[in-house]
């Protein structure tokens, strides 16, 4: 399996452009999440889906940031205008979901860090 | 909501002496998964070993073990026979498996472990 795979692998644009960032999951997995991790804040989820369907969106930090997952081997998430303040690595993860147990294990993609000037 | 803390920023260990990382949790549900992940210079989050709260025996994977004291909330990471590629940033994370649909992952804010050749 080739794993879970995101580009570009860095980003580097200036204020105000939009950026968007690509991940396409293992085969077979039904969940995706999308990660930021900056040094101020360590890890942090920013929205999941659930069979293409957003479950969980709290940490999108604001209406700059949206994510789409079209079908089940592709999603994208896109910052408009983007800000110096959204430099950081974006991870993809993707696990297959159990509907009676619960997520089985993560796997991550090798992230994209963006730089925002 | 569940916290996750690593109180050792840096750790540094002998080659092919055994280390400890640590890793304690706050949370109110009884049924959990808990992971460590590594992070090597190339970022891509590795799953290294994974322990289900409902299981009393430690998880082991080669030279990789954990000790997951429920009660206490505490589950360390034990590396025997260190190797220079064990040189990484590790993190802590747990996962709630009581709700399908809460499938986010609360990281720690990792350890950084460097390994003396």
């Known amino acids: 399996d080739a794993g879970v795979i995101q580009s570009p692998r860095h980003e580097v644009t200036e204020m105000g452009q939009e950026v968007t960032l690509r991940c396409k999951p293992i085969s077979g997995h039904n969940s995706l999440f999308w990660y930021r991790q900056t040094m101020m804040r360590g890890l942090e989820l920013l929205i999941y889906f659930n069979n293409n369907v957003p479950i969980d969106d709290s940490g999108m930090p604001e209406d700059r940031f949206s994510a789409k997952m079209p079908n089940a081997s592709f999603s994208t998430l896109k910052i408009q205008p983007s800000e110096p303040r959204d430099s950081a690595v974006y991870f993809c993860a993707s696990s297959y979901a159990l509907a009676e147990a619960g997520t089985d294990t993560q796997y991550f993609g090798p992230g994209t860090r963006l730089t925002v000037l | 909501a569940q916290t996750v803390t690593q109180s050792q920023p840096e750790m540094s260990v002998q080659e092919a002496e055994t280390v400890t990382l640590s890793c304690t949790y706050d949370?109110?549900?009884?049924?959990?998964?808990l992971f460590w992940y590594k992070q090597p210079p190339s970022r891509q989050m590795i799953l290294v070993i994974r322990q289900e709260a409902y299981k009393q025996q430690n998880a082991t994977e080669n030279r990789f073990s954990v000790n997951f004291q429920k009660a206490a909330k505490s589950f360390s990471l034990k590396i025997s026979d260190s190797q220079l590629g064990d040189a990484a940033m590790y993190f802590c994370?747990?996962?709630?498996?009581?709700?399908?649909?809460?499938?986010?992952?609360?990281f720690g804010t990792g350890t950084r472990l460097t390994i003396i050749p």
């Open positions: 949370t109110s549900e009884s049924d959990y998964y």
């Open positions: 994370a747990y996962r709630s498996i009581s709700n399908f649909g809460n499938e986010k992952l609360t």
